[in-house]
């Protein structure tokens, strides 16, 4: 049984099995394009005695095809059976469903969609795979050339086709996940959560290197981490890597479209800024944090040349992700074979982000801080801040949005100066944020993920030179905190809204 919707290779496959003495029994389109090629074939519906129903919903659902299927030759009841109603064999099963995700990747409306809704090609697949040992079953072209040379080799072993049955069922499970997805389309937390992953790559190790990884990605999805990402040059990722590869894209995502630059470490951002140029974004995140950023990871949104490749070179990154890279920053990278180059655009966030949890998955709308409006944000000591104070403000905002919380971010001159990351106390958060700083604490601006539940965080930003602090608000000692900066002669804005990351 022959019936695919792609018809790619097809042709030889059928004329190679004929070769082999099958009799090849197809659908309507197939079996036209079987012909077509000069392969003998019989029409389902001269094995049924039915014709093809309903516009051709209804073709294979039969017991002559599916007893054909599913007997289990080790079991003579069954052979009894198919010989009482003259129900011939069916030894080989080559099925590729219909393109539904195709369809609805390329805007199909609804009635057009559940047209593509394969309904006997997922059954014959399931019922050749339930009955592995008696039939042989070909989920698609893929597998075309190994079921040919084990069959010209005497015949296809057993753990093949258990192996084939493996994938024939994944594929289904991909399928019904694919319709499920969409049928529970706009329902944004479904009772049941339905997503399948297919393997991208392997990769070096885990955490560390006594772990085994992969990387996944959903199906379906356009814009997994990986998607239109090219590796230049470099050994193979490893699963940190990927991790902070995703760090540095989702934090240069939000940095708006002028030139801007990450550094990432340990999933923590060591230096973020913009500039007039990339050249100037980099120097600046590059100075928030000179020691931590050896081996970090660098993502840039502008193309990368070579008197900034040069520049990158003097300091050890494990990897540089940007849009483009100039011949001439190609050969100044060539010299590090093992620094991995990726050539990607931005990062398109999905709308809901989920963290994994023992046995389980937390599910939620994804943290978007560029979605919100400056203009809401409330002045509650000082003036309104403009200018390079307010740049300087919400990009201390937005990377404190993508460091682990507790989180106090140092801005000045359009970059980073000093982070305080993954703290238990928000008053220590603000220390080592200044103590990275140092005397680059002068005159800066402050961000704090969540709102200051104490006075003395704000105390130790001003007797660090800070001058202004951007916060959610809402602590019951709002009062006191907004007093403390009062005193200090500090401008602080609420934002009315905090960014915890864990």
Same mark, same amino acid.
Request: glycine share 12%; aromatic share 6%; proline share 4%.
């Given at each position: 049984?022959?019936?695919?919707s792609?018809?790619?290779?097809?042709?030889?496959f059928?004329?190679?099995?004929?070769?082999?003495?099958?009799?090849?029994?197809?659908?309507?389109?197939?079996?036209?394009?079987l012909?077509?090629?000069g392969?003998?074939?019989?029409?389902?519906?001269e094995?049924?005695?039915?014709?093809?129903?309903?516009?051709?919903?209804?073709?294979?659902?039969?017991?002559?095809?599916?007893?054909?299927?599913?007997a289990?030759?080790?079991?003579?009841?069954?052979?009894?059976?198919?010989?009482?109603?003259g129900?011939?064999?069916?030894?080989?099963?080559?099925?590729?469903?219909?393109?539904?995700?195709?369809?609805?990747?390329?805007?199909?409306?609804?009635?057009?969609?559940?047209?593509?809704?394969?309904?006997?090609?997922?059954?014959?697949?399931?019922?050749?795979?339930?009955?592995?040992?008696?039939?042989?079953?070909?989920?698609?072209?893929?597998?075309?050339?190994?079921?040919?040379?084990?069959?010209?080799?005497?015949?296809?072993?057993?753990?093949?086709?258990?192996?084939?049955?493996?994938?024939?069922?994944?594929?289904t499970?991909?399928?019904?996940?694919?319709?499920?997805?969409w049928?529970?389309?706009?329902?944004?937390?479904?009772e049941?959560?339905?997503?399948?992953?297919? $393997?991208?790559?392997?990769?070096?190790?885990g955490?560390?290197?006594?772990?085994?990884?992969?990387?996944?990605?959903?199906e379906?999805?356009?814009?997994h981490?990986?998607?239109?990402?090219?590796?230049?040059?470099?050994?193979d990722?490893?699963?940190?890597?990927?991790?902070?590869?995703?760090?540095?894209?989702?934090?240069?995502?939000?940095?708006?479209e002028?030139?801007?630059?990450?550094?990432?470490?340990?999933?923590?951002?060591?230096?973020?800024?913009?500039?007039?140029t990339?050249?100037?974004?980099? $120097?600046?995140?590059?100075?928030s944090?000179?020691?931590?950023?050896?081996?970090?990871?660098?993502?840039?949104?502008?193309?990368?040349?070579?008197a900034?490749?040069?520049r990158?070179?003097?300091?050890?990154?494990?990897?540089?992700?940007?849009p483009g890279?100039?011949?001439?920053?190609?050969?100044?990278?060539?010299?590090?074979?093992?620094?991995?180059?990726?050539?990607?655009?931005?990062l398109?966030?999905?709308?809901?982000?989920?963290?994994?949890?023992?046995?389980?998955?937390l599910?939620?709308?994804t943290?978007?801080?560029?979605r919100?409006?400056?203009?809401?944000?409330?002045?509650?000591?000082?003036?309104?801040?403009?200018?390079?104070?307010l740049?300087?403000l919400?990009?201390?905002?937005?990377?404190?949005?993508?460091?682990?919380?507790?989180?106090?971010?140092?801005?000045?001159?359009?970059?980073?100066?000093?982070?305080?990351?993954?703290?238990?106390?928000r008053?220590?958060?603000?220390?080592?944020?200044?103590?990275?700083?140092?005397?680059?604490?002068?005159?800066?601006?402050?961000?704090?993920?969540?709102f200051?539940?104490?006075?003395?965080?704000?105390?130790?930003?001003?007797?660090?030179g800070?001058?202004?602090?951007?916060?959610?608000?809402?602590?019951?000692?709002?009062?006191?905190?907004?007093?403390?900066?009062?005193?200090?002669?500090?401008t602080?804005?609420?934002t009315?809204?905090?960014?915890?990351?864990?």
């Amino acid at each position: 049984m022959i019936s695919v919707s792609d018809k790619r290779g097809v042709v030889d496959f059928a004329r190679r099995l004929g070769e082999l003495g099958f009799e090849i029994i197809s659908t309507g389109g197939t079996a036209r394009v079987l012909q077509e090629g000069g392969v003998e074939v019989t029409p389902v519906s001269e094995v049924t005695g039915e014709p093809e129903i309903l516009g051709g919903r209804v073709k294979t659902l039969h017991p002559k095809i599916h007893g054909g299927i599913l007997a289990d030759r080790r079991r003579e009841e069954h052979l009894r059976q198919l010989e009482e109603r003259g129900i011939a064999q069916i030894d080989l099963v080559c099925i590729d469903l219909y393109p539904f995700e195709r369809a609805v990747a390329g805007g199909a409306d609804r009635d057009e969609a559940v047209e593509q809704i394969d309904i006997g090609g997922p059954a014959m697949l399931r019922a050749a795979a339930k009955n592995f040992r008696s039939v042989i079953v070909v989920p698609g072209s893929g597998f075309y050339g190994e079921v040919l040379f084990g069959l010209e080799s005497g015949d296809v072993p057993e753990e093949t086709r258990r192996r084939l049955a493996a994938a024939a069922f994944r594929r289904t499970a991909l399928y019904d996940a694919a319709i499920a997805r969409w049928m529970a389309d706009g329902e944004e937390f479904p009772e049941v959560l339905v997503r399948a992953y297919g $393997r991208v790559l392997p990769l070096r190790y885990g955490e560390n290197p006594h772990q085994s990884a992969a990387y996944y990605a959903e199906e379906g999805s356009p814009d997994h981490l990986l998607s239109g990402v090219r590796r230049l040059q470099g050994k193979d990722l490893s699963f940190n890597n990927l991790y902070d590869v995703d760090a540095a894209r989702s934090l240069l995502a939000t940095l708006g479209e002028g030139p801007a630059a990450v550094i990432v470490k340990h999933a923590n951002p060591c230096g973020a800024a913009v500039g007039e140029t990339v050249e100037e974004a980099y $120097r600046r995140a590059l100075d928030s944090d000179r020691v931590s950023a050896f081996g970090g990871i660098v993502a840039l949104n502008r193309e990368v040349s070579g008197a900034l490749a040069r520049r990158i070179s003097e300091v050890f990154t494990e990897v540089l992700v940007a849009p483009g890279f100039t011949p001439e920053a190609r050969e100044a990278f060539s010299e590090r074979e093992a620094m991995i180059l990726l050539e990607a655009g931005p990062l398109q966030q999905p709308p809901l982000s989920a963290k994994y949890v023992t046995g389980g998955v937390l599910l939620q709308e994804t943290d978007a801080v560029v979605r919100e409006d400056a203009a809401d944000y409330e002045t509650v000591v000082g003036k309104p801040p403009s200018g390079e104070m307010l740049r300087d403000l919400l990009l201390a905002w937005r990377v404190a949005a993508r460091v682990k919380s507790n989180a106090v971010v140092l801005a000045r001159d359009g970059g980073t100066v000093g982070i305080g990351a993954g703290q238990m106390s928000r008053v220590d958060a603000a220390r080592i944020a200044v103590g990275k700083a140092g005397d680059g604490s002068r005159g800066a601006v402050a961000a704090s993920d969540a709102f200051f539940p104490f006075a003395d965080g704000v105390e130790v930003l001003a007797d660090a030179g800070v001058v202004a602090v951007i916060q959610p608000g809402g602590s019951r000692r709002d009062a006191e905190v907004i007093e403390a900066a009062r005193r200090r002669g500090m401008t602080m804005v609420f934002t009315g809204r905090r960014h915890f990351f864990h």
